[in-house]
């Protein structure tokens, strides 16, 4: 006879919000925290492989929670590394191919822990998904290296930068004209020092992300890394077409008017310019992506001997996969996002499939930034409009989707629950497993959605998904998603053991309206020798 494991709406399921009005009032989701308060015991998190290239300057901060003061230590650091002991951060040039098993040890007055970390030095990078954070869905074209400054010092004081989230990506509205060294594109006067913006950013082991495009001009209206004259000047900006920032004036011209390929590529210009400034991701936004100009900048890039992520943007299609898994090591699957349920869920659940045959370390399709928080798209913002349940959905999704996770929100204004969101260690385990697999739908319909994702360890993660309107009892069978023997359950969200299943009981549970639960199965399929009757 099955078993029926059910785990009461009070404890598992998730509530939607009531009352909250004011966009601009920060609103008391307080009772939705679920994820527990990091011990003041050392603990280290964030991914656990890490990929560079030989002689690239490296840059690892080692993800650490627990009261300061703290140091560390690492055995087995490729030769040309050292690790800060003060700071916990590794730097430096590795001088040999290879991969290197190291221990980490961070150490405070309360106790000490270790971690493994393994350091893969050859021709891949972003060997696990990019986590970090991007102006574009907070600021749009009103950022400013204040703003950017302000946002990379939040992810510091708010604990962010302890559970892996290092890159600080500037989007569309910071460039100027050309010139320089290369002549190659300059920031405006809202970027007056892009280099002691990398210096600080590096400084505190966080890594500077820029915006450009393929096209003469970019989407908001800038110039982009081709020209159709060969000394790098644009007619429309002689003619005055522009703002004091050097963007389009739509009040006197289109903006698609400018969103053509030129004659004339300044790829090679620009790619030497931000590996002067010490830039670490490159967004490049165009559409349709086709294999011409990507691989351009993608030569481009390697030829400046800095490792730089490369993330193509956006709605790529799959007919492009084999040119992308071969040039980009992330690339966008969609448009852009908004925070409402429809857009969001309709990005999570019906377009990311498609792709999970092109996911695997180095090579990750990009289903957007996180709507959480307070998001705008400049220059005012408001509190998202997802639901916690639906925000819980959001971080879940694009966690077992093994999606990068790049904030979108204001970093110097999130409240205890977006930070809680934020800062789940054992979420964030999913989404940075080493084995790189997408996480796909297992079964569902149109009111509910159970996804899974094999970890490296042989165990499952399994997220249940109610897709309507109402609560909804959603479980499985372990015997149906492929498990063999007996299995414990852990809720990642609350951290907390919920018992064992047999691999033939069911266990369900109650999921609240847009709702989700998340779950780790584990030990999973342990490869032992079975003997017996298992079918």
């Not at 590096?202 to 989407?219: A, D, M, Q, R």
Request: include cysteine; hydrophobic fraction near 35%; charged fraction near 25%.
């Amino acid at each position: 006879m099955k078993k029926y494991f059910l785990i009461a709406l009070a404890c598992l399921a998730l509530a939607v919000p009531q009352g909250v009005t004011a966009q601009d009032e920060t609103p008391d989701n307080s009772r939705y925290i679920l994820t527990p308060k990091a011990p003041e015991t050392p603990r280290i998190n964030g991914p656990k492989v890490y990929g560079a290239r030989r002689k690239a300057d490296f840059l690892f901060r080692i993800p650490t929670t627990g009261a300061r003061p703290m140091t560390w230590s690492a055995k087995g650091l490729p030769r040309g590394l050292k690790l800060n002991k003060s700071t916990g951060i590794i730097s430096g040039k590795a001088r040999r191919k290879g991969t290197y098993d190291v221990v980490l040890k961070a150490t405070n007055a309360l106790g000490e822990t270790t971690r493994n970390l393994r350091i893969v030095i050859g021709d891949k990078i972003a060997l696990t998904p990019p986590m970090g954070w991007n102006s574009w869905n907070c600021w749009g074209n009103s950022v400013s290296q204040e703003k950017v400054m302000s946002s990379a010092q939040a992810l510091l004081d708010k604990g962010l930068a302890d559970y892996g989230w290092a890159y600080i990506n500037i989007d569309d509205g910071w460039q100027g004209l050309r010139g320089g060294k290369y002549n190659a594109i300059q920031p405006n006067s809202k970027f007056p020092d892009m280099k002691a913006l990398a210096d600080f950013l590096h400084e505190n082991g966080l890594k500077l992300g820029i915006y450009s495009g393929p096209w003469v001009g970019t989407y908001a209206g800038h110039i982009g890394s081709s020209c159709d004259r060969p000394d790098g000047t644009y007619k429309w900006i002689e003619d005055g077409l522009v703002d004091e920032f050097w963007k389009v004036d739509r009040s006197r011209m289109k903006r698609d008017s400018v969103w053509t390929f030129g004659t004339y590529s300044f790829a090679k210009a620009d790619a030497r310019q931000w590996a002067d400034w010490g830039v670490d991701y490159l967004k490049y936004d165009w559409n349709n992506n086709d294999p011409w100009w990507l691989k351009d900048m993608r030569q481009a890039l390697l030829e400046t001997g800095r490792d730089i992520v490369y993330s193509i943007s956006n709605s790529s299609k799959v007919i492009m996969g084999p040119v992308l898994r071969e040039n980009a090591e992330c690339w966008r699957t969609t448009g852009d996002i908004r925070d409402n349920w429809k857009n969001m869920s309709n990005i999570g659940f019906n377009g990311q499939d498609r792709w999970a045959g092109f996911k695997a370390p180095g090579n990750w399709p990009d289903a957007d930034m996180l709507v959480v928080g307070k998001v705008g798209w400049g220059p005012k913002t408001h509190w998202s409009n997802l639901t916690p349940d639906e925000q819980f959905t959001h971080i879940t999704l694009w966690s077992i989707l093994s999606s990068p996770l790049l904030i979108g929100c204001d970093m110097a204004d999130m409240d205890d629950f977006t930070i809680s969101l934020l800062c789940n260690n054992e979420v964030i385990d999913i989404n940075q497993d080493p084995l790189g697999v997408q996480g796909v739908r297992q079964e569902g319909d149109d009111s509910y959605a159970i996804y899974v994702k094999p970890l490296e360890d042989g165990s499952l993660a399994v997220a249940l998904f109610n897709l309507s309107e109402e609560t909804k009892t959603i479980g499985f069978v372990p015997h149906a998603l492929g498990l063999i023997g007996e299995q414990s359950l852990r809720d990642l969200w609350r951290q907390q053991e919920l018992g064992k299943v047999g691999q033939k009981d069911r266990w369900e549970t109650e999921v609240a309206p847009h709702g989700t639960v998340f779950l780790k199965l584990y030990p999973g399929n342990t490869g032992e020798k079975l003997h017996g009757f298992f079918r």
